[in-house]
């Protein structure tokens, strides 16, 4: 048996099993849909006419997938108008697969495939939560084992402290050994601005090496 079914403005000659692609229809893969607009009926020798639509008839499917078919591109152009339009459209369509052709009012025997319970969603955890939380970047940096007191030198608290040493500097014994070109190498490295000279460390650190308290 065959019939011809009317949707979406368009006419589809169906057998059962076959599969066509309509315009979109609701429902999800799985469902089953009814056409009812069936212009005719075919079996062998007998076919049916319908008036416009044959009563009590209609075509049974299974969505198989809602999809989007190729982009096409729409173009205009106007002479001597400068005038240019370009567009792309891509058509939603659904695709059957036909399962019965029902006549005398009969009601689909297949029912819709059984939908899977949705996940439920798991709530992300906070980050801030899980992050552990970040130093103070006023706190001063632990010395290094066996490193000075570098806060004794004139001036340096514990951020410049925590610069010197992140610089490798850790002992008195390493800034009283500085020369011109070091203290010029970390006056510009650590953004001093001269004031290795101006508070006169070089000289601070050799005594406190020596064990002379300022």
Do not use: C
Not at 7 to 24: A, I, P
Not at 37 to 60: C, Q, R, S, W, Y
Not at 80 to 85: A, E, G, S, V
Not at 126 to 136: C, M, R, V
Request: proline letters at 4%; charged letters at 35%.
């Amino acid at each position: 048996m065959y019939a011809v079914v009317k949707t979406g403005g368009k006419q589809y000659r169906v057998s059962e099993n076959d599969t066509l692609k309509v315009e979109r229809l609701s429902g999800e893969a799985g469902d089953i849909v009814t056409l009812n607009d069936v212009l005719m009926l075919g079996d062998g020798k007998n076919v049916t006419v319908g008036e416009p639509i044959v009563a009590g008839a209609a075509v049974a499917a299974e969505i198989v997938e809602q999809a989007r078919d190729r982009k096409i591109i729409v173009f205009k152009k106007r002479r001597r108008q400068n005038y240019r339009r370009k567009h792309g459209h891509r058509q939603h369509y659904t695709l059957l697969q036909v399962t019965e052709i029902l006549t005398d009012g009969a009601k689909p025997s297949k029912k819709a495939a059984a939908k899977k319970p949705a996940k439920k969603a798991v709530p992300k955890k906070d980050a801030k939560a899980e992050a552990p939380k970040a130093a103070k970047a006023d706190a001063p940096a632990p010395a290094a084992s066996g490193g000075d007191d570098l806060k004794k030198l004139s001036g340096v608290g514990p951020v410049l402290e925590k610069k010197l040493i992140e610089a490798g500097v850790t002992s008195f014994a390493q800034i009283a050994a500085w020369g011109p070109a070091d203290i010029e190498e970390f006056d510009e490295k650590l953004s001093f601005k001269g004031r290795i000279e101006r508070e006169g460390w070089v000289e601070q650190a050799k005594k406190l090496a020596n064990g002379e308290e300022e």
